[in-house]
């Protein structure tokens, strides 16, 4: 099985439930555990309860995979070297911290300016990560400083990764760590991957260097409203302005009060992104 694993990494082509075409049955498979799917209903849009087709596990071969339930427990291991191969298979990622600033562009021998991507991953140390199956014991595994940009470049399949966050006693599945803003209600001092649509968003002052406040649609209640704060030049570089209305970001920080309403401030650069279009179907 994990031969055919690493096969479908390689060679398999991701296919949504609206793209499916009859020559497919037979041919799409779990991304996490790779036993077979089904579309239900085949050949129509909603079942007979009105819900939306989607893929189901064939019920021939049953092992544990926790996108057969609807909350996944978080992921321990047996041993130390279980835990490195699931690193080097990429299905683990611990993570150090994340950028606080823009990285450096590479240095290179070329009269031009660097015009590549920014650095998105750096390693880390060994972190002490307590993962281990057997009294919380704790693995000395290789550690990740990193960008939410980098995680949302390849969001399709970081999302069934288990991500170790700092501070955290076991590693989770990113679908079951990310939190709809609409759902949060208080302040919380501890930091979250946060996900929001965009309302509206501006720049508080005349400056790059100012703050530029993003509003993101939420439900009048005891708090009225939810935005992010960064400044302008930042916010600028990660894809948000004036005419960013419906974008969807994603977020890691802490939730704190801000006026009669609730906010993400002082994020680092690497702490906050746009989430490509062509993946807001997997959030949503």
Not at 35 to 60: C, I, M, Q, W
Not at 133 to 149: A, C, K, M, Q
Request: with cysteine; hydrophobic share 30%; proline share 5%.
């Amino acid at each position: 099985i994990d031969k055919f694993k690493k096969y479908l990494k390689k060679e398999a082509k991701e296919v949504a439930v609206t793209e499916y075409t009859t020559e497919m049955k037979g041919h799409i498979f779990c991304p996490e555990c790779s036993v077979g799917l089904f579309r239900s209903p085949e050949g129509k849009d909603y079942d007979t309860n009105g819900r939306k087709a989607f893929f189901a596990h064939s019920r021939k071969y049953q092992p544990s995979c926790s996108l057969r339930v609807k909350k996944a427990e978080g992921k321990r291991y047996d041993s130390e070297e279980l835990a490195k191969k699931a690193i080097d298979d990429d299905e683990l990622v611990v993570i150090k911290g994340f950028m606080k600033k823009k990285p450096e562009a590479p240095k290179i021998h070329n009269p031009q300016p660097y015009q590549g991507e920014p650095v998105e991953d750096i390693d880390g140390e060994l972190s002490s990560t307590p993962i281990g199956r057997h009294n919380g014991e704790s693995f000395n595994l290789p550690s990740r400083i990193t960008t939410v940009r980098g995680i949302c470049r390849n969001f399709n399949k970081n999302l069934y990764k288990y991500f170790h966050l700092p501070g955290r006693k076991n590693a989770v599945q990113l679908k079951n760590l990310l939190v709809d803003i609409k759902t949060v209600k208080q302040v919380d001092d501890l930091p979250k991957f946060y996900y929001a649509t965009i309302s509206k968003s501006w720049n508080c002052g005349k400056t790059s260097n100012n703050i530029r406040q993003t509003m993101f649609d939420y439900p009048r209640g005891e708090y009225v409203d939810f935005c992010l704060k960064a400044t302008d030049a930042i916010s600028q570089e990660h894809g948000i302005d004036d005419n960013s209305k419906g974008k969807v970001v994603i977020m890691y920080g802490t939730v704190t009060e801000s006026g009669i309403g609730l906010s993400i401030e002082d994020v680092g650069w690497g702490e906050f992104a746009v989430l490509p279009e062509k993946y807001v179907n997997l959030l949503f």
